[in-house]
T-cell receptor, first 113, second 115 residues
Framework: GENVEQHPSTLSVQEGDSAVIKCTYS??????FPWYKQELGKGPQLIID?????GEKKDQRIAVTLNKTAKHFSLHITETQPEDSAVYFC????????????FGTGTRLKVLA | ETGVTQTPRHLVMGMTNKKSLKCEQH?????MYWYKQSAKKPLELMFV???????ENNSVPSRFSPECPNSSHLFLHLHTLQPEDSALYLC??????????????FGPGTRLLVL
């Protein structure tokens, strides 16, 4: 069935270092890949997304890369800050369900000051 | 704030109780969603409404009953729940025009504990 694998499940980095979170999707027809950040006591918030017609997208310290052939996409956070500490989720849309996203299991990022 | 509000934020209920979760979106969207978020599991889509019509129902037990009276409001009615139903219930909305390409905006969730 459709699934999205996300790694690592936890990640600790020193403030100022970079963090990379990787996801793999199974349905080659998926064409939209959002990333969400969830802070304690809050719902997931969209931080960046990418569509299958581009390979990379950047927004300040955050970037996402997509490799359609390998069915991989990654989130890159540079110059990490303590406020980046949160749980990050990747997702892929499911062409079999018009409104359906398949989510990864999440990565808990800790940025150590 | 994302423009999606949920009440209550926390709820404790017994297995014989009946309660309802409420979601309201102020974004002018046409699609609304209920998700269940459990520890160490991916977000599970429960229901989707588009223009007040249910378009997705992911094999959710009948003890969960959704209601969408208009495009701004979504309810989840709960009755005779089980302890394993304890989780964070998230509401989301999207424009509802293009389906899978759309960004979904989430509310803060209702933390439910079933005793």
């Amino acid at each position: 069935g459709e699934n999205v694998e996300q790694h690592p499940s936890t990640l600790s980095v020193q403030e100022g270092d970079s963090a990379v979170i990787k996801c793999t999707y199974s349905d080659s027809a998926s064409n939209y890949f959002p990333w969400y950040k969830q802070e304690l006591g809050k719902g997931p918030q969209l931080i960046i997304d990418i569509r299958s017609n581009v390979g990379e997208k950047k927004d300040q310290r955050i970037a996402v890369t997509l490799n359609k052939t390998a069915k991989h996409f990654s989130l890159h956070i540079t110059e990490t800050q303590p406020e980046d500490s949160a749980v990050y989720f990747c997702a892929a849309n499911s062409p079999s369900g018009t409104y359906k996203y398949i989510f990864g299991t999440g990565t808990r990022l800790k940025v150590l000051a | 704030e994302t423009g999606v509000t949920q009440t209550p934020r926390h709820l404790v209920m017994g297995m014989t109780n009946k309660k309802s979760l409420k979601c309201e979106q102020h974004l002018g969207h046409n699609a609304m969603y209920w998700y269940k978020q459990s520890a160490k599991k991916p977000l599970e889509l429960m229901f989707v409404y588009s223009l007040e019509e249910r378009v997705e129902n992911n094999s959710v037990p009948s003890r969960f009953s959704p209601e969408c009276p208009n495009s701004s409001h979504l309810f989840l009615h709960l009755h005779t729940l089980q302890p394993e139903d304890s989780a964070l219930y998230l509401c989301a909305s999207s424009q509802g025009r293009t389906g899978g390409w759309e960004t979904q905006y989430f509310g803060p969730g209702t933390r439910l504990l079933v005793l």
